[in-house]
């Protein structure tokens, strides 16, 4: 079993930042991939950014590359999703997922443990 807990979410302006974290426990961190999805109010869960299990290796929605950057520090068990120039279409609750391998699944469905959200509200 994996778990997973997201903080760092909130109200912030249109081009501002904030900085989402997500700390897990319960297996090798190291040893799976990580990713961070979104949910906005009526639309389906949508892959925002995913990392490899040595951080080598990133992938990013187009909607977000250049404004998001993921990271992780298998030291403390964490991954964190920096979010600049935010934008209105950004408000979601952002969750973040495991996924046993050390490449990120190419599907939502792939990932298999996820943690229960941080809302992000960006205001125009």
């Known amino acids: 079993q994996v778990q997973l807990v997201e903080s760092g979410g909130g109200l912030v302006q249109a081009g501002g930042s904030l900085r989402l974290s997500c700390a897990a426990s319960g297996r090798t961190f190291s040893s799976y991939a990580m990713g961070w999805f979104r949910q906005a109010p009526g639309k389906e869960r949508e892959f925002v950014a995913a990392i490899s299990w040595s951080g080598h290796s990133t992938d990013y929605a187009d909607s977000v590359r250049g404004r998001f950057t993921i990271s992780r520090d298998n030291a403390k068990s964490t991954v964190n999703l920096k979010m600049n120039s935010l934008k209105p279409e950004d408000t979601a609750v952002y969750y973040c997922?495991?996924?046993?391998?050390?490449?990120?699944?190419?599907?939502?469905?792939?990932?298999?443990?996820w943690g229960q959200g941080t809302q992000v509200t960006v205001s125009s």
């Open positions: 997922a495991a996924a046993l391998s050390r490449q990120p699944p190419i599907s939502l469905g792939g990932f298999n443990y």
